[in-house]
């Protein structure tokens, strides 16, 4: 995909990857970019850089209203960029492991369903659209410390395979896009090696912009994605040994 003066919507755009996003796609040339955030205010750092081809966007994907708003104003887009999430960093027998999970399938399920929903006819009728949704390694084999997270990307992938299906033959693009341990606020306080911000955005263009449906945008997922091809339960087991000692 030729992004060069293409209109594209980016939501989760107030941190993390979804402004190191809106700052590769100026780069490489976008002619409107509009950033969603639940928070405006969030966006005036990035704003700063460009405000004429950066339009903000009041945007809860899980609020009904403010995603039918959204798709309203920004009726002209040729690629929606689903980025928004949340993750609780929570086992599923936590004590309050059930809250978390019902928030976490609410931002990367439903509201990414819903955001998926409620731009499929607009890029329908450009005739040549995509959707790139930011998954994550760990929505293809859990990760136990994060296990309801990784519970509603595992969700989010089967969500981006249905709607490849469904959207194929209005010739929209659906791409999955899996990065591993990205240095952003939701993996703050964990040691482990994270690619940057930057770095994650960089590959995501480069994928975007090559055709690839799948995107494996940092070292750590590229590997995991390799040792799930040659045998998936050794990852299995891998990552379940992962869980520190009680």
């Known amino acids: 995909m030729n992004l060069k003066g293409k209109t594209i919507l980016v939501s989760g755009a107030g941190g993390g990857i979804g402004t190191a996003l809106v700052r590769a796609l100026l780069e490489k040339g ?22 004429v081809r ?46 978390a999970a019902r928030a976490e399938m609410e931002v990367n399920y439903f509201g990414t369903l ?26 293809l084999v859990n990760l136990p410390v994060n296990g309801s997270y990784c519970a509603s990307k595992a969700a989010g992938h089967s969500l981006i395979q249905g709607i490849r299906a469904e959207l194929a033959p209005a010739g929209v693009r659906v791409v999955g896009i899996y990065p591993g341990p990205v240095d952003t606020s939701m993996t703050a306080g964990q040691a482990m090696p994270k690619a940057t911000s ?12 090559n055709g690839d449906e799948e995107i494996y945008p940092d070292p750590m997922s590229e590997d995991v994605q390799r040792k799930l091809m040659a045998a998936p339960k050794q990852v299995e087991q891998q990552f379940a040994a992962m869980i520190p000692a009680r």
Not at 30 to 51: F, H, N, V
Not at 63 to 84: E, I, K
Not at 120 to 136: F, Q
């Open 30 to 51: 976008a002619a409107k970019i509009y950033a969603g955030a639940r928070s405006t205010p969030a966006l005036e750092e990035l704003l700063q850089i460009d405000r």
């Open 54 to 99: 950066i339009i903000p966007v009041e945007l809860d994907i899980t609020v009904p209203a403010s995603v039918a708003a959204a798709a309203r104003q920004c009726s002209d887009v040729d690629l929606l960029v689903n980025n928004a999430g949340v993750n609780r960093c929570m086992g599923l027998l936590e004590p309050h492991a059930m809250e």
């Open 114 to 139: 819903a955001m998926c929903r409620a731009f499929a006819p607009i890029l329908a009728r450009r005739g040549n659209g995509a959707i790139a949704n930011v998954c994550s390694i760990i929505g």
């Open 198 to 209: 930057m770095q994650v955005a960089g590959a995501i263009i480069a994928g975007l912009a």
